[in-house]
């Protein structure tokens, strides 16, 4: 059995071969039963043998069946293991999801244990109970995601805004695949590319920069420059990313059907939908409709896409200069440390502490009063250089210079929240045509002032009558009419077993509105999802577009959160509801 092993071994590597796998399986599987043969006939001659001994050894014999029993039932249980093992390992898929229910199922019982024993126990021991598990699970959650990237790097991204949902220790460390992904070797991305054109690399840019701006989940953007001389950015597609992509949710969706049910219809529908994100053509043309659809915020920019260079597997866009808005934020609340003579960290585990605690956060200051205390800031600096440029021109020549003041790095962050809620308000209402992730990866903080948008892989459509009934939604739950907005709930085809109208009311809530301590009832955002799910779980989801809406609106939310302006959705998108509802009655007129 051990000689037969290592020969079967060897054909490990050949399996990779999609065209040769299920004739070598075949012959594998032949293999590992003749393997089992040999084996039941060797151990059935031990015991033949030992039997046919004098009754003088018959006692001796006994230990001698015992362990050919012992054999037969190893060898039994070894074999179909060992076959069930090289298949796994041989497809990409299944040894991902092998690798994930290996690593994250332990992680997932041991919190459920935990969670069993601390349960009636002071508030204290139950959080010094989970603290041990954040300080350990936290960077292996994190060390998972990069072992394995694909779409779990987008669900971790996703985590890592909503303060509010998960603790400290996995917000911190989920916090760096917003901009510090590992990408891939350089000379795999220019294979991949020149692949893609079918020619050399240098026939189409100038100058192509190795080091990549970013990496996410499913490619990484690389900055270049056209051989007309413009300035522009490549977006490459990693290969195999949309068989992982499938194979990566389906795990997912596995998951959640044992840990949160009530998130697996979500899921489903989210990997119907997601399909156009491994088109960079079907994204070059949704990013050239978005960018005609935006020309009417002058405070926006949307890059050109250059579709004569795009192909499914690479998209070639204009250059924007500036930062990404995570970037920009982390500076900005630095620097309101410094000016309020409080340690960064300090500040910072502050508003985690109230978060965490369900206490109601203190908002940052209003766009006025943001305008003006930059204003001044900007008066100081100014008045401080000045004195100091007339010193170090006069005195300074004699004396040691004075240091002159660099400028504070403060943004309007009411002003940026205000405008993306405008933006996405526009596009779901007024264009039917909106972007479903606006995670804070996709926003850039540009010199000029203006903010760029980027990533169309997921925009969606929405025609005027689903836009009439999302008005009339949101509507609903900004009136508060929680009657209205289950009944509508339902129109949107969303269905539970026994279609409890509470639960269908703040399902809407949670997906259109706010998801803070009131409205889930003191509970944090899952715990709260479980307890609806046991009360009436859902069995049907609504139409695709509902669903993105869904998505943008909690990824908006979460944004907001993370910056310290929570935002309820529905008084926000109320006016722009309104305005839908009033071109309805327009159009019937």
């Not at 290996?102 to 989970?130: Q, T, W």
């Not at 933006?423 to 010199?447: E, I, R």
């Not at 209205?484 to 949107?492: D, I, K, W, Y």
Request: net charge positive.
């Amino acid at each position: 059995a051990r000689e037969e092993v290592v020969r079967s071994s060897k054909l490990v590597p050949r399996l990779q071969d999609a065209a040769v796998r299920p004739a070598m399986l075949r012959s594998l599987t032949q293999r590992l039963a003749a393997c089992a043969f040999k084996a039941k006939t060797a151990t059935a001659g031990i015991a033949t043998v030992a039997a046919s001994r004098s009754s003088t050894t018959t006692q001796a014999a006994r230990p001698a069946r015992r362990g050919s029993r012992a054999a037969k039932v190893a060898v039994a249980i070894a074999l179909p293991l060992l076959g069930a093992g090289v298949y796994v390992w041989s497809d990409p898929g299944l040894r991902r999801s092998a690798i994930f229910w290996s690593r994250a199922g332990p992680m997932y019982l041991h919190y459920r244990i935990v969670e069993k024993m601390v349960a009636g126990k002071p508030e204290a021991e139950r959080d010094a109970a989970f603290q041990k598990l954040h300080d350990v699970y936290a960077k292996e959650a994190l060390r998972l995601i990069l072992d394995l990237r694909g779409y779990y790097v987008k669900v971790g991204q996703v985590g890592s805004t909503r303060a509010d949902f998960l603790p400290k220790e996995y917000i911190d460390a989920l916090s760096t695949l917003q901009d510090d992904v590992p990408p891939e070797k350089p000379e795999k991305i220019r294979q991949m590319i020149e692949h893609s054109y079918g020619r050399p690399l240098d026939t189409v840019f100038s100058y192509f920069e190795e080091t990549p701006l970013g990496a996410a989940s499913i490619g990484q953007v690389h900055r270049a420059k056209l051989l007309d001389g413009r300035d522009v950015v490549v977006k490459v597609k990693y290969p195999n990313a949309e068989s992982m992509f499938h194979s990566d949710l389906s795990t997912l969706i596995s998951f959640c059907e044992l840990a949160q049910p009530e998130q697996a219809p979500f899921l489903r529908e989210l990997q119907k939908q997601l399909a156009i994100e491994f088109d960079y053509n079907s994204e070059a043309a949704a990013q050239r409709i978005m960018k005609d659809n935006m020309a009417v915020f002058k405070e926006v920019k949307v890059p050109e896409p250059f579709e004569e260079f795009c192909n499914r597997d690479v998209l070639v866009m204009e250059f924007l200069p500036g930062i990404k808005l995570v970037a920009g934020i982390q500076e900005h609340f630095k620097a309101i440390a410094a000016l309020k003579n409080q340690d960064f960290k300090e500040m910072q585990a502050e508003f985690e502490r109230l978060l965490k605690e369900g206490r109601e956060l203190p908002r940052g200051p209003g766009k006025l009063k943001m305008q003006a205390i930059i204003a001044w800031t900007d008066l100081k600096t100014a008045c401080w250089n000045s004195l100091a440029a007339s010193y170090n021109y006069t005195l300074g020549w004699f004396l040691s210079n004075v240091q002159y003041a660099k400028r504070v790095p403060l943004l309007n962050i009411a002003e940026i929240m205000e405008l993306v809620v405008r933006v996405h308000a526009h596009q779901v209402f007024v264009d039917g045509y909106f972007n479903a992730d606006p995670h804070p990866g996709n926003l850039l903080l540009m010199p000029d002032g203006r903010l760029g948008l980027i990533d169309f892989g997921q925009v969606r459509r929405m025609s005027l009558d689903e836009r009439v009934l999302l008005a009339r939604a949101i509507i609903a739950l900004a009136d508060g009419d929680l009657e209205q907005a289950a009944t509508l709930h339902h129109e949107m085809g969303f269905s539970t077993k026994r279609m409890d109208r509470h639960v269908a009311a703040k399902a809407m809530q949670i997906a259109l509105d706010r998801d803070d301590r009131e409205v889930c009832e003191g509970l944090n955002l899952q715990q709260y999802f479980e307890k609806l799910g046991k009360m009436d779980p859902m069995v049907d989801s609504a139409r695709p577009s509902f669903m993105m809406v869904g998505r943008m609106s909690v990824l908006l939310r979460g944004l907001g959160t993370h910056l310290g302006y929570p935002l309820q959705m529905a008084t926000l998108w109320r006016p722009y509801a309104e305005r839908c509802l009033q071109q309805q009655q327009h159009l019937k007129q």
